[in-house]
C-alpha cells in the first residue's frame, strides 16, 4: 500500500478448499500452509524452517533495474532463468515510484535505506520495524531504531510498520476493542527455533478475514512468535504454488518475498 507521507488483488490459493479439509481450528497443511481460525479470525500460514531459509529470496528490481510491480514481474524475471513461483507474497509499503518507503536489501544489497523519519500512515506508527535474515546468525525483527545500533548486514530485510511485536509486548498503539478491522499481512519468528512464519488475513472471507492489530498479534503469540512485523493491508496477497502460466491481477507491491524452483 502507498504510504501517506514522503490495488486490490485476489488471493491466488483455494483457501476455502483448506477449510473444508481441516478442523475448525488448526488444519493439516496443503503445499506448505495452514489455514487457521484464531479468536474470530481466518488466517492462512507459511512456514519457512531453518533448512528451507537459503531459498527465501526478497525482490523488488528487475535486471534492468525497473520496479517488478507484482507477481507478474516477478513471474517473468523467474521464467527467463528458468525458475518458477513455489511461494510470494509481498513485504512492506511502497510511498511513489514505487518505492519501498524504507530499508530494502536484496542479495546483500541495501537498495533502500533505513528510514527513521517522522510521518503519517502505517509505515511512520512509531514504533516501526525491519524484518531482516543472515544465514550465519538467522532471522530477526526488531525496532527500526534498534536496528540502526545493531550493526547487521544480512542478506534481505525489510523495513515496515507498525512493529506488531517486540519480545512478547504489542505496540503501545493497538487495543482490543478496536473497531479498525482490514485485511492484514505480516511476519514474525518463533521464538524456540527461529522459524519464519508468514501470516495473512483470509481474503475471501469478509468477516473473520479482517481483523484489528491487535487480533493479529494474538494470532503471532498464538504461533510462538514473540517478534512479528505488519507489512501491508488491502493489497495484500499469498501465492502457494500458482499453476504454472497463471497470469495474476496486476497490483503494486515495495518488494516481494519469494521461494522459487
Known sequence: ??????????????????????????????????????????????????????????????????????????????????????????????????????????????????????????????????????????????????????????RLATQSGPLLLRHGVMHPAFRENSPNKRLRNAVGVRKKDGQIVFVMSDREDGVKGRVTFHQLCRCFLHLGCEDALFLDGDISTMLIQPEPGLRFTSNTFAAMFFIAE
Open 1 to 154: 500500500m502507498r504510504a501517506q507521507n514522503p490495488a486490490s488483488c485476489g488471493m491466488l490459493f483455494p483457501l476455502r478448499l483448506l477449510l473444508l479439509l481441516g478442523c475448525a481450528f488448526l488444519t493439516a497443511s496443503l503445499h506448505g500452509a495452514e489455514t487457521l481460525d484464531y479468536e474470530g479470525g481466518s488466517y492462512l500460514i507459511y512456514r519457512v524452517d531453518k533448512d528451507d531459509r537459503p531459498r527465501l529470496q526478497l525482490a523488488w528490481l528487475d535486471e534492468g533495474g525497473k520496479p517488478l510491480l507484482d507477481f507478474n514481474g516477478l513471474s517473468r524475471q523467474l521464467a527467463a532463468r528458468g525458475k518458477k513461483i513455489l511461494f510470494a507474497t509481498n513485504a512492506g509499503i511502497y510511498e511513489h515510484g514505487p518505492r519501498p518507503c524504507g530499508l530494502t536489501i536484496c542479495a546483500g544489497q541495501e537498495l533502500v535505506p533505513l528510514n527513521l523519519k517522522a510521518g503519517e500512515g502505517n509505515f511512520y506508527l512509531k514504533p516501526n520495524g525491519v524484518f531482516y535474515l543472515d544465514d550465519q546468525t538467522g532471522p530477526g525483527v526488531m525496532d527500526a531504531e534498534e536496528y540502526a545500533r545493531s550493526g547487521l548486514k544480512p
